[in-house]
């Protein structure tokens, strides 16, 4: 849903969100790993798993990412767009059956010294499971434009 427009001034640090949770299944494993040609064992050989320390197929990491931020996809500012990503860690596996959720909150608003318009703003998201242990965490840096004279016409 595109939400209201918000410029970097309409942002404060501490703000969070939480988003809804999804299943990860068998199938997200072969398409995520069809998609990337990732067939590690460690994703797709669940007898080797067994003799392993996980004792189970773990799931991509970058699977695991690219869910965990789509999940939060469902607010789009306009004036915002996504700059990357910093600081991924794969805390924890997720394994087939986990359900997985995101909280998102504000850690950090700078200037953005190469584009004066914008406003660099930080957002820790941290990739959740069932129960409540963070498997995943990152910071996803947006530039957002600022309001008054930098507002475009």
Known sequence: ????PRYFEDH?????????????????????????????????????MKSQSFGQRIAHGTM?????????ATRINPLAFSYGYDRLRFVKPVFIGDTIRTRCSITGLEDD???????KLTE?????????????VADHLYLVERQGEWAKP
């Open 64 to 72: 695991v990412f690219a869910i965990g931020v789509g999940l939060t």
């Open 124 to 136: 820790r998201i941290e990739v959740l499971n069932q129960r409540n242990e963070t498997v995943l």
């Open 113 to 119: 010294q190469k584009r004066p318009q914008f406003g």
């Open 12 to 48: 404060a640090i501490g703000e969070a969100r939480e988003t809804t949770g999804r299943t990860i299944t068998e199938t997200d494993f072969v398409v995520h790993a069809g998609h990337t040609g990732d067939f590690f064992p460690h994703h797709m050989d669940a007898e080797f």
């Open 1 to 4: 849903m595109i939400e209201e």
